[in-house]
């Protein structure tokens, strides 16, 4: 069941989609981001279910960053993925390339 943890950011950030089949690189946009996930906007359909490699551009003399995720919602103008990392390493892993510090991971209990 798909269950967004934390506050949904607004981002517009190229990114690069590397799904593990078939072997393509796509090209989208990410328009916003949560600890759980984000939405993509993209121009060709992408299944639900489609596990793939986001890769978030580098900056400075940093390599880009990759996160591993899964697509749980597609609609007419992207898709909605589900991150396969833990909250607390999507949140490390993206806020260097410029998400803003308002981006939070879940509280524990």
């Known amino acids: 069941m798909e269950h967004r943890w934390g506050q949904r950011?607004?981002?517009s950030m190229a990114v690069s989609l590397l799904p593990r089949r078939p072997f393509a690189i796509?090209?989208?946009?990410?328009?916003?981001i949560s600890?759980?996930?984000?939405?993509?906007?993209?121009?060709?359909?992408?299944p639900v279910l489609t596990c793939m490699n986001v890769e978030l551009p580098?900056?400075?003399?940093?390599?880009p960053t990759t996160l591993t995720a899964c697509v749980?919602?597609?609609t007419r103008e992207?898709?909605?993925?589900?991150?396969?990392?833990?909250?607390?390493?999507?949140?490390?892993a993206a806020r260097p390339v410029g998400i803003p510090a308002s981006f939070s991971s879940p509280s524990v209990q």
């Open 78 to 92: 992207g898709v909605g993925v589900e991150w396969c990392d833990t909250p607390s390493v999507a949140l490390l």
């Open 9 to 11: 950011t607004k981002v």
């Open 58 to 63: 580098a900056r400075g003399d940093d390599p």
């Open 35 to 46: 600890a759980s996930g984000a939405f993509i906007r993209v121009a060709f359909p992408i």
């Open 26 to 32: 796509l090209h989208g946009r990410m328009i916003n």
């Open 72 to 74: 749980v919602r597609q």
